[in-house]
Each structure stands twice: as C-alpha cells, then as structure tokens.
C-alpha cells in the first residue's frame, strides 16, 4: 500500500511537470510571435495563398457564370464592365475611358503611336485619361477573351494617393496615358473577391464599393505604382492635358480650337501641342476628330440612329465629310461598319464624360 501511494505520488509530479513545460513552451513562442521587437519577422501572407493558375482558372469560372453571352455585361456595381468576345478581331480603333482592365483569359495588342503594349492574363491594363488606339484581340470559342473592366474613380484615386504621399513621398515618375503591368497576387486575390460578390446583389452592395477601393490601392503599389499614380493623380503638364481632354469629351459638339485649348491649359501653342502628343500619341485636332467619330459609331451601334444624325450630333456640319472621315479612320463606310459589328457582337468603347 505504501509503494503504491509513493507510485501514485512520482506519477502525479511527472505529469505536473510536463504540464508545465508544455505551458512554457507556448509561452516561448507566443512570446516570439508578440513581443515588439519580433514583430518586423512576421509574415502577414494570406492563410490560404493560392498558386496563379489556380486563380486564374477562378477568376475564368466566376466570369462565365456572370457574363455567359458575347460582348459587354453590366455588373450590378457601378463602373464595372465584364467583357467576353469568343472570336478574333483584327487591329482595329478603340477609344477607352479611364479604367483598370484586367484579363481573365485570351490576349489583346494595343498599338498607340509608336508603342505596343500586351493585356493578358498575366499583365493588366490601366488608361489614366481617354484615349484612341488600336487593338487586336485573340479569341476563339473554346479560348474567349475574357476580361473585367473597372472605371477609375478619380475622388478616390486623389484620396489614396495622399494617403501614400504620407508614407511613399510624392509620386516622381514621368506619367503616361496608359500602363501595361504585371498581375501580382494581391490585385489578383482582390479582383477574384470582386468576381465572387459580384454574384449577390447584397454582397455587391455592401462589399463591392470596398473591394473597388482595395482594387485602386493595389494599383497604386503594384510594380509600377508610382508612375500610375502620377498619371491619375493628373499633376502638372499632364494634369492640364487630362483637363483639355475632358473639356474635348464633355463638348465634342462645341467648335474647339487649339488655341483655345492651349490657353485654358496656361500654355504656349508649341508647348501644349507637345505635350498633348506626348499624353495621347497624336495631334489635338486629330485627337478631336478620332472622339467625336468614336461616339458617332457607338450611337449607331447602339442606339440605332442613322448616319446623318449622328454626325450632326457630334458636331460635324457635312454629312458627306463625316462619311470620308469616317471611313479613313474605321476602314469601312458607317452602315458597313454598324453590320460588322453588330455581327461580331462588339460594342464600340468610348470614354465617359464625366471620367
């Protein structure tokens, strides 16, 4: 009986004492996980990071139940575009207002002047003012270019870009009308999140204003966050260049002319034809005529209106130099131009007014 009291004694302080080491142990590492100075070696990863081709493959999946039919698709949030086109269209004009295009599958080239530049699955697109180009799109039916289309907020882009002046310093880059730049993880990982909510009218309302915001800022800090962020933030040269552009897109019926232009911009007439080529990639008059043709199609396209109506709402006086015109920027006569559209299912984009 005495043994078996002393056993029962040795027992109870062997498991005391690995009681308190199990405790001593997490308290170490607790004590390396939360004290201040470890605080720096902490890894703020996402819990359940997930490999590119496994995003992308949501991203693809999440876009076909949304938008299932051939063209553009209106989400339920403001500003957002999802785009589908299942067949290839040759280098073309496009005029895009301000926004992020990110590419869930397939491949568009835009030419701009002498630049080329790739949007894909792997690299995102974002236009910092309105701006004519020309693109080609790579398609097919079992591969469709799939893509999401965010307009830029300018208010918020502003309020963002403080916030970073506070702890990045002033954006120095020399801004650009428009970026080609690599998808990183956490844009993706933002836009999937977007796609996900965008499946609930509830979720969209609450979550989706947030999530366009973390969208921005990702932009803001990704690879080449500083010079997006001088471009949208639309400071100095290129600031009064982005002015006369809205000017230009809020009054394409207005009679407008260089100098005027020049002189609301504060500049001489040789420094702002400069500049404003040097933003867009061609003249301010050639830029003048590419918008106002741009919007004519897209009222044809889509509104259905004749030729003659559209030029005069645009602000062309002739309809047979609206029909010349016309047809040496898009390659076709306006009524041919309308039908092959309609047929490939395209809607013309053109830039927002109030971008």
Partial sequence: MKYTKVWKICLFLSNCVQTAAKTHSRCYIASQILLPDRMTQMSFEPLFADTGDRVQRRMIELHTRLAPN?????????????????????????????????????????????????????????????????????????????????????????????????????????????????????????????????ASPHDTRVLGPAIMREIAYRVLTGAQGDAIRAALVQQHHFGRIAKALRRIHAELKADLDVETLAREAGMSLAVFHAHFKHVTATSPMQYVKAARLHQARLMMVQDGVGAGTAAARVGYASASQFSREFKRLFGRSPGDEVRWMREIGIRPAVADTDA
């Fill in 70 to 198: 051939e063209g553009d698709t209106l989400a339920a949030l403001d500003g957002v575009r999802l785009i589908r086109v299942s067949r290839p269209a040759p280098r073309m004009p496009v005029l895009y207002e301000p926004n992020i295009i990110v590419v869930c599958q397939g491949r568009k080239l835009g030419y701009l002047g002498d630049r080329s530049f790739v949007y894909d699955a792997q690299q995102y697109l974002v236009l910092s003012v309105p701006l004519p180009f020309e693109c080609e799109t790579f398609a097919s039916m079992d591969e469709p270019f799939l893509a999401i289309s965010i307009r830029v907020d300018l208010a918020v882009i502003a309020e963002l870009a403080l916030l970073l002046d506070e702890t990045l310093g002033a954006a120095a880059s020399e801004p650009l009308g428009v970026y080609s730049t690599p998808l990183d993880a956490p844009l993706a990982d933002a836009v999937v999140r977007l796609l996900e909510v965008l």
